[in-house]
Structures are given as structure tokens and as C-alpha cells.
């Protein structure tokens, strides 16, 4: 798959995002190695904390599934579905991708002014935890 296509389904993924308190949609769209792609939301909280982000859920969707095995993940948001500017996983999503990608695993962000990009994990959490 290319990368424009799998950004194309994170923009998508993004419209079914609850932000109601920020107004700050995002979508993922995460590649198996096998082909199949789950795709996320952010979804917010009142409470805040138990905010969940685009990355975690589509991670989490698909583990929750059996699957294991990743090759990259697109994330796209902005305010109100604007994708103005790149929008880079948070810290919390980069570890959460640690421990299940190698360090060659492909992070997909982009905007619709200057087009898109890709990062390995290892460039943007160098210092993961892991076992």
C-alpha cells in the first residue's frame, strides 16, 4: 500500500473522532504486515485522562484482534478536520508502538499544504523503553 493511501484512510478515520472539549480530530490507520488495516479516533473525556488517542486505539483495536505484527501507521488531525499541520504521535503512542514494531516500523504524517512524510520509530522515540 502506499503511503498516500494509507494517510488518505487515517483523514477518513479521523471523521469519526470525539473531541468535543478540543475540537482536535485525528485519524490512524495502521498497516498489519499481513495487509489488513485497523484504523483509530482520538476520543476525548471530560475527565481527561482516560482520553484515548487515534494511535492507541487502532494499536489497541487490532492487538485486541490477534494481531501482532506491524509495518507502519499513518496519523493524520487538526482542528474541526483541517490538516493544516503535521500531527506526530505522542510520546505515550511512540512507546506504545515501541513494544510491538521493530525499529524500522514506518510513521506516516502529513498536511495538506506541503504533502506527507515518513519516520522509522527509531527517529522519533530513539530512547524506547523496552525488555
Not at 487515534?54 to 490538516?83: P, Q
Amino acid at each position: 500500500m502506499k503511503d498516500s493511501e494509507l494517510f488518505a484512510l487515517a483523514k477518513k478515520a479521523a471523521e469519526n473522532a470525539y473531541a468535543p472539549y478540543s475540537g482536535f480530530t485525528v485519524g490512524a490507520a495502521l498497516l498489519s504486515k499481513g495487509g489488513k488495516i485497523y484504523s483509530g479516533c482520538n476520543i476525548e473525556n471530560a475527565a481527561f485522562s482516560p482520553t484515548n488517542c487515534a494511535e492507541r486505539t487502532a494499536f489497541f483495536k487490532a492487538v485486541s484482534e490477534g494481531e501482532r505484527e506491524f509495518s507502519a501507521i499513518a496519523v493524520a488531525g487538526g482542528k474541526n478536520l483541517n490538516f493544516e499541520e503535521n500531527c506526530f504521535p505522542c510520546g505515550v503512542c511512540r512507546q506504545v508502538m515501541c513494544e510491538f514494531c521493530d525499529g524500522d516500523f514506518r510513521i506516516i504524517v502529513g498536511n495538506d499544504r506541503e504533502g506527507i512524510k515518513a519516520y522509522t520509530i527509531t527517529e522519533l522515540l530513539p530512547e524506547s523503553f523496552s525488555l
